[in-house]
């Protein structure tokens, strides 16, 4: 099977439309944070009125930092790590200490516009209409059910409207290209409108090929969507309908060995993949003077055609999810605000090792019923209580050398309480307890190396205190929490590479501290500052090998105790009509990561510097001159130990890369 592509360095057609292409700019107030409105808590409300911890990052500030995927948007948020362990298809999302071990059982849930996504697009390109990304910290079941103990990421879209628009943006760099192209078209004044999205990007290898001839290991993806909006003006209807394809070619699942790192030459296997994800997606709302009834409906069908080192295993996923919903409209009088809903997932999964005579299939259907009440006892005090009601039903075959044929089902209730006091008009304190899970199941990588396939469900306990505050007339803006959490049933890979497989490997306790500090301490200085803590470790550990090993006291893999951020930049304004310039600094902290629960593979702290120069030439035309990784760290986002002779085998983050960003939109 021959390798997909080999990307070309000159790119002349990206190069030429960054030469002739524009960048788009918001005219802000420079000196006072704006209002921001959330919808991660399935209902529009003040962030600053949540009783968790709820950060948000607009458009605006995420060009700034040149975050074009998802994943990159661990620049921005504390204790927040994402990082591609093989390839981008099984990126690993790491939030307070829990860690989506198993690449097909997240512990954060991802969402666009309200609709979840298949995790294999971890890695995809962020929508062309992105309006912000919102992240919800510790346990969400009880609004978003299994799969989202260590929180959930919910990235929010412009929905088409009644302004004809055009957009592009455009970058060329030493290492990448990407261009977007979007049309908001109202094609029925007042009534219908319309918007398309086209994201293409081609990124170099990051590694020198054993053969010669250069960088080796790069990805070139391209992804369109079409949307129609049916929201005419006055009516209580708002109908939107969407399709999208995102194609995804990759030689990037290569190895170095531990001595070679420094000269980034691959280990010689052929490794490649193509993705290919088909989404579609229905989201209806009708508001009436006192609530909101929304329906959403998505499916996601996904085909992964993939070798790994010469080994094959592709893999077909498809996703259909149905939610109804009922939820209060913001109305400062009401004592009682509200949320409810009923929630459908079926998930359809077939994985092929032909090499090894082996097919493992898997089929799930979820069932949920959930409500959070929000009683405002007084005008500053608030009590929040909250359950939901799971039912799984998971059920596996396996053919080939391993045959069995097994299901199981898996019921869960996940309550939540807070309480919030609002000590000032600016300043909020909250107390909450939230719970999460993790169904148990079958193991997806079925081979005869495996002790056991079957795995329990993992749940989570989470209490937190935390402020939010706005001060010095809204110059400032901190919210901060300390957290306590504990796993019973933790899951994890067992076993040796590549042959692991999915387990319950004992308890974690995690405790620690976010915290994210925005502020204008100057006139035309902004400063964003970002600080994760956590403390996680196994406090009882049970080794489903069989070998009698244990853990206990060691820190989970792939869950730094460290995170930190650094933003800083200064608006100038220039002579005349030449627009505004505004140098910007940028540095990201990662502390320790172990790659495995022995803690014995690991890449030591690091921090990340990226820079960046952008001209708002006019309201709706930037240009930014940025460079990533400027010190050219080199570090390691993923290992472990292949045994002899080989030794410890790892895949590199991204060298410096320096390049030019145009976006516009009229």
């Known amino acids: 099977m021959p390798h997909p592509f080999t990307p070309n360095r000159l790119r002349p057609a990206a190069l030429a439309l960054l030469i002739s292409g524009a960048a788009a700019a918001q005219e802000a107030d420079p000196f006072v944070l704006p209002p921001v409105t959330v919808t991660g808590t399935k209902r529009a409300q003040d962030p600053a009125r949540v009783d968790t911890m709820l950060l948000t990052q607009d458009a605006e500030s995420l060009a700034a930092r040149g975050v074009r995927s998802l994943d990159q948007l661990d620049r921005l948020f504390p204790d927040l790590t994402i990082r591609p362990r093989s390839g981008r298809t099984y990126s690993n999302v790491t939030l307070r200490g829990q860690t989506s071990a198993d690449f097909y059982s997240p512990s954060v849930q991802v969402l666009v516009d309200g609709l979840p996504q298949d995790f294999a697009m971890m890695g995809q390109l962020l929508p062309v209409q992105v309006e912000q990304a919102e992240v919800l910290y510790g346990p969400q079941g009880t609004l978003y059910g299994p799969g989202a103990v260590g929180g959930v990421l919910n990235i929010v879209t412009r929905k088409p409207d009644n302004q004809l628009r055009f957009g592009h943006t455009v970058s060329y760099s030493n290492r990448a290209a990407d261009a977007g192209l979007g049309a908001n078209l109202p094609l029925i004044p007042d009534t219908l409108y319309g918007d398309i999205a086209f994201n293409w990007r081609e990124e170099d290898g990051n590694y020198r090929n054993p053969a010669g001839g250069g960088d080796f290991g790069g990805t070139r993806d391209f992804g369109g ?123 359809a999964f077939e994985r092929r090792t032909p090499q090894a005579f082996q097919t493992s299939e898997q089929t799930q259907n979820a069932y949920a019923a959930y409500g959070e009440l929000t009683w405002h006892i007084t005008d500053r005090l608030d009590l929040t209580p909250g359950l939901r009601v799971d039912h799984i039903r998971t059920k596996a075959d396996a053919t080939g050398l391993i045959n069995f044929n097994v299901s199981r089902d898996d019921t869960a209730v996940t309550p939540k309480i807070a309480l919030g006091y609002q000590v000032t008009p600016d300043t909020r304190l909250y107390a909450l307890y939230s719970s999460g899970f993790k169904p148990g199941g079958f193991t997806r990588t079925v081979s005869a190396y495996n002790a056991s396939f079957q795995f329990s469900p993992a749940d989570t306990d989470n209490f937190e205190l935390g402020v939010k505050s706005r001060l010095w007339g809204g110059r400032v803006e901190i919210a901060a929490s300390g957290y306590y959490a504990y796993t019973h049933d933790y899951q994890n890979f067992a076993g040796m590479q590549p042959y692991q497989y999915l387990q319950n490997v004992g308890d974690v306790e995690s405790y620690g501290f976010d915290a994210k500090v925005t502020a204008y301490p100057l006139d035309r200085l902004a400063i964003t500052a970002t600080l994760g803590l956590n403390h996680a470790r196994y406090k009882d550990y049970h080794d489903p090998t069989g070998a009698g090993q244990d853990f206990s006291g060691n820190r989970p893999a792939y869950a730094p105790p460290v995170t930190a951020g650094l933003d800083v930049g200064y608006t100038f304004r220039l002579p005349g009509n030449a627009g505004e310039l505004t140098p910007r600094v940028g540095v990201t902290y990662v502390g320790r990561v172990y790659f495995d629960d022995a803690n014995t593979v690991s890449q030591g702290g690091y921090a990340l510097v990226d820079a960046s120069v952008g001209w708002a030439i006019t309201p709706s035309l930037r240009a930014d001159v940025f460079g990533t990784n400027l010190t050219n760290k080199r570090y390691a986002t993923y290992g472990f130990d292949a045994g002899p002779p080989i030794g410890g085998v790892y895949q590199l983050g991204r060298g410096r890369e320096g390049g030019l960003r145009l976006t516009a939109e009229f």
């Open 225 to 347: 969507q079409v949307r129609l909006r049916y929201a005419p003006t006055g009516s209580p209807w708002d109908v939107m309908v969407q399709a999208g394809r995102t194609v995804l070619n990759s030689t990037e699942e290569q190895f170095v060995l531990g001595s070679a790192l420094s000269g980034r030459e691959a280990l010689p296997f052929d490794s490649h993949y193509r993705l290919r994800i088909n989404s579609y997606g229905l989201v209806a709302s009708y508001t009436a003077d006192d609530f909101i009834v929304s329906a959403l409906t998505g499916y996601l069908d996904r085909d992964l055609d993939r070798v790994i080192q010469g080994y094959i295993s592709p893999e077909t996923q498809s996703q259909f999810s149905q939610e109804l919903r009922i939820a209060s409209r913001p109305d400062a009088g009401r004592s009682f605000d509200y949320t409810a809903g009923l929630y459908y997932q079926h998930v």
